[in-house]
């Protein structure tokens, strides 16, 4: 077995390696169709996507080279500035709850306990129903005739007015139904995590005195670093990317990113190169987020064992 | 001990309230649905609206596209995905990293930036409202997945089955069907479940492509199920409980699937 720690070949050299012999040719032919789904399907429309972006048109007409005037355009839109406060509202609000309280889940019920299977079912479900699913229920829950939310809330005197139509209640709205979609699968992932510490290092911190929060924030907290920037990096873009929660429960009048970029290339088509500038604008911000956590963070991407 | 459980409790009804309570809502009366304050406990039960929904062509034929899409999809991940897994996981070929990174890199992809030059390019080959689109598109926003999920489970099977199997002179791809497929049947179907799962949940490719109810998955149809002059609460309640029904069945009988299957990457990594 010499192929491992074999010495790098410039120039041609790594043609004739790779593809010359069989094993290796078989490896790539068998990522071949992933790789060219993902390619064709994926990053080709990103990069058309940015192409667009710099032209002024319609849907079915390019127009002529515009630099970046789209962008210009897009910051000054106000729709789109609602659009980005309300996404970083929301993002912050949704994982900062879906973190501390799946935190909290997960710290207490981390010990064996029987009918485990039926709470990990149970709360699974969330998770498992499409977003917009979950949206239209709980819609129906806030809905100002029939929904028992809107109920109890006008009762308790929190609310005066049908809260499918106040702009600021819908967005209180969304955080809610996000952290009851998320929070349970947040908490499994860092249970998932917290059960590869092993109880030794804490029983030796608590024989030379360690406290309950000394121990979180000394041994559980850098342990669990890893699974946590993973979860992190995975929620914070799935929130800044979010459209379906916004435009289901909001009743399309709820403005995000994505739904002004929806909107401008699919609904109304006037705003349609001020769209394609905010799609290259959430995919550069999301790309720039997960860079920051890559290198500032240092989180895991290893893909070797 | 008692807080324990009193808080597990706690936790667990409120994950399943919400359904509960909007499947009572499906069962009962119209007037019910409207009583201030409302009901806790269903008291003028009628079957009206399950009855509507499953009268209504536009909805069973939704029922039948997000059947077809979301299985299609899962079939096609599934069977590249497992091969390409397969591959990053087991063999040894230089470019390995840089490809498994474009290939999870699109899970972070921004859905609404493709579906403009989608739309256009699925257009120009006549795609537009018809199964395809909406597969193709799921597939690709699929595939992160079910490879990440696959090369976690192929990076755990034993290390020499290849070994052993090259003794008995096979190739590479002799191993893989002869030795590997028939091992790698718990995997595959941990990533189906949770595959079909997120391909079941689309709703922005569906919306973006689809347009007619003959290819609208339910997604699309259930938020605007109309009833004659504005929304049909009691049947939307009834539509929405019907599509939840298979995934809290999948989820109940698999959940330790499920869980060990979202955990490996995250957690090993």
Redesign the interface.
Known sequence: MT??AKPRRRGGG?LK??FGN???R???L??L???V???A??????A??IW?SLHGGT?TITGSFVGVQNYVNMFQNSDFQSGLVNTIIFTVASVTIELVVGMA?AL??NRS?R?R??????????W??????????????F?D??G?IS?VAH?LGLVSHPILSDQTLLMIACVIVDA?KTT??MA??LL??LQ?IPGDVYEAARVDGANAIQRFIRITLPLLK??ML??LLFRI?DA??V??LF??LGGQQLES??TF??QS??VSQLQ?PE??AA??F??IS??LI?LFFIRVLGM?????? | MVLFYLFVTLFVLVSVAPLLWVFKMSIVTKTELFASPPTFLPQHTTGSHWHTIFANRDFLLALRNSVIIAGITTIVCLFFGSIAAYAIARLRFRFKSTVLTFILAVAFFPQVAIIAPLFKQFSDIGLINTYWAAIIADTVFALPLTVWLLVAFFKELPKDLEEAARVDGATTLQAFRKVIVPLAAPGVFTAAILTFIQAWGDYLFALTFLFTASTQPVTVVIPNFAGIHTIDYGAQAAAAVVVTVPLVILVLIFQRRIVSGLTAGAVKG
């Open positions: 192929t491992a790594w390696e790779e069989p094993e290796r078989t490896a790539y068998m990522v169709p992933v790789f789904i993902v390619l399907v994926a990053f080709y429309p990103v058309d996507a667009l849907p889940i207490a019920i306990f009918g299977g039926l709470v990990r079912a149970a709360v699974l479900i969330p498992a129903f499409p977003t917009v699913i979950s949206a239209t229920m709980w819609r129906l829950m809905q005739q029939v028992v109920y009762a009851w349970p699968f499994l992932l998932a995590g590869t890893p699974t993973v979860a873009l800044y990317r459209f379906d435009w289901v990113l994505s970029v929806y290339v699919r349609f769209g394609n799609a290259v959430i995919f999301a790309l997960a895991q991407t290893s893909t070797e064992e």
